[in-house]
């Protein structure tokens, strides 16, 4: 946690120097006393507060009232993301103000189920200190944060657990996801992992070892070749998985691609678009604080295994190349197109296991999650993920399932439809070949450039060979390359170096995995937001 937090009932408390008021009316109409006054006559004088805000006196022992306003929300588009957004810009404004010990108020509005939730999320964001400055001896923005608000106090208590094990979860994603080449090369992420779920509810296997890699995840052997002769950079794959106490009712297996810079490989990116790279291991990032927060929630019915496939695909005289073939775990020949396509190579024999776990799994329902192609960035724009599912999945609605379930606690997702053509693009050219692993091209620069992967992932892990008409398994593929900005992630596109972040894409996932399981259980699910 970025910091101490704290349910506070005396809005009167002298622990604080600051209160951050964030709001979705116009100011000085809904608002508890006494802010309602204070912000009725600043009102009067600045016809723009309700759209900047501003840092206001007010006769608390506080003095400070940091007004953060959503502005104007037309409901038509207009969606909970401005609440969080307005945290985490009156948490900054409130540090630049000199306040080091926060009182959040959070105000309820009837147009978002959510808002109370997801408003502490944005400033908790906002408090996050990124790992390398946190060793160099910063390690916290505020001393602690405060929580106020008007809401039933169960309920209070509830949203602020959750938040809590969310953030932690979030936490853990933004030290993996946000850290430099060389904090987080694969070695390291190990040894963070190690550290961190020593004696916890999840198990950690890592399998690391280059001559059982090549014989049991060739595909993600042949990325690692080129760092595989430096120790600090050999590629390793990493299962988590949690058992929950109960009878497992539900099965969730998640491959997240952890590719710890990507240098394109042979097929070198060029012009100044290798900047950033170290961020393309944001998908297992995002698996490992999907992890932490399963480790604090301990969901009772429901088994997580997640495998991180952490690799740095890089450039030298041991390169892999376009035109080699290799034999994958599930039998495909799969012939190298691009070296920069490297993401859906380290995946697929990760998600063969899984596939093959889930013979003998209860009701399994695989994902992959990876920040795999510049296309989802064209399509979806930045700050969207997008959701792929294969027949089973969008039979069940899986994928809009999930869009609605992001939309409650805005982490939003764009739906795409796998189809004919992206099987006939993976499709081997020649004698002997059974897939062609992409086109010499980006993938920016193609045709359904960001479905393809999908249907490569299918056939390379041998999800088609457990088909008769349809697919066995429920499968999602999450592209969450254009996730890596605005409220969502990195801050800034991954064309540039980027320092911190509230990534963690399941976070919608798990709230209705925990949810399902709670009501499944016979409790109340209000009892936690």
């Keep these: 946690m970025p910091c101490q937090l704290k349910i506070e009932t005396n809005i009167c408390s002298g622990e604080y120097d600051g209160i951050i008021l964030v709001s979705g009316s116009t100011p000085g109409s809904n608002e508890p006393e006494p802010f309602k006054t204070v912000l009725y006559t600043a009102a009067q004088i600045d016809a723009a507060l309700g759209v900047i805000g501003a840092v206001l006196p007010i006769n608390l022992l506080a003095k400070r009232l940091i007004y953060s306003p959503t502005g104007p929300l037309n409901m038509d588009y207009h969606d909970v993301r401005s609440f969080a957004e307005a945290a985490t810009k009156g948490i900054k404004r409130a540090l ?27 400033a908790l964001e906002g408090l996050y200190v990124p790992l390398e400055v946190r060793e160099i001896g910063r390690c916290y923005k505020a001393c602690q944060l405060g929580v106020w608000s008007s809401i039933c106090s169960k309920k209070l208590q509830g949203i602020v657990k959750l938040a809590s094990a ?20 694969p070695l390291r992420v190990e040894e963070y992992l190690a550290e961190l779920f020593c004696g916890s509810n999840v198990t950690m296997q890592v399998i690391s070892d280059q001559d059982t890699l090549l014989q049991e995840y060739p595909l993600f052997a042949c990325v690692n070749r ?38 394109g490989g042979a097929d070198i990116k060029c012009q100044g678009i290798m900047a950033g790279m170290s961020r393309d291991k944001c998908g297992a990032a995002a698996c490992a604080g999907f992890m932490q927060v399963v480790n604090l929630l301990q969901p009772t019915t429901v088994k997580v295994v997640v495998a991180l496939c952490v690799v740095r695909n890089s450039i030298g005289e041991n390169s892999y190349v376009a035109d080699e073939v290799i034999t994958a775990k599930s039998g495909a020949r799969v012939r190298v197109g691009n070296t920069d396509a490297e993401g859906r190579m380290a995946m697929a024999d990760a998600l063969y296991y899984l596939k093959e776990m889930a013979l003998c799994s209860v009701n399994p329902h695989l994902f992959t999650i990876a920040t795999l192609t510049g296309h989802a960035v064209l399509t979806a724009g930045l700050g969207y993920s997008i959701a792929m ?92 390359s254009c996730a890596l900005t605005p409220r969502g992630s990195f801050r800034v596109t991954w064309y540039r170096p980027v320092r911190s972040s509230n990534y963690i894409l ?9 949810i399902v399981d709670m009501a499944a259980g016979g409790l109340d699910p209000t009892g936690l937001y």
């Design 226 to 263: 080129a760092a595989s002769v430096i120790p600090r950079h050999a590629g390793r794959i990493i299962f988590l998985t949690y058992e929950p106490p109960a009878c497992v009712l539900e099965t969730i297996l998640i491959v997240g691609k952890g590719v710890t810079y990507d240098t």
């Design 96 to 122: 630049k103000a000199g306040v080091k010990c926060p009182l959040l108020v959070l105000l309820p509005d009837d147009r978002f189920e959510n808002v109370e939730l997801v408003t502490l999320l944005g």
């Design 166 to 185: 969310l953030e932690s979860g979030r936490y853990v994603a933004r030290d993996i996801g946000g850290a430099d080449p060389e904090r987080m090369a």
């Design 389 to 480: 599912d294969n027949a089973v999945a969008r039979l069940a609605s899986n994928a809009e399932k999930l869009q609605a379930s992001g939309e409650a606690v805005g982490d939003p997702f764009e739906i795409s439809r796998i189809r004919r053509e992206d099987f006939l693009t993976h499709q081997g050219r020649a004698e002997g070949d059974d897939i062609l692993q992409a086109l010499n091209k980006l993938s920016s620069k193609v045709p359904r450039g960001h479905q393809g992967p999908a249907a490569f992932l299918i056939k390379a892990s041998g999800l088609d060979k457990q088909e008769k008409e349809t697919s066995t398994y429920a499968w999602q593929k999450i592209d969450a």
């Design 506 to 514: 399941p976070l919608s996932v798990l709230l209705k995995i925990i």
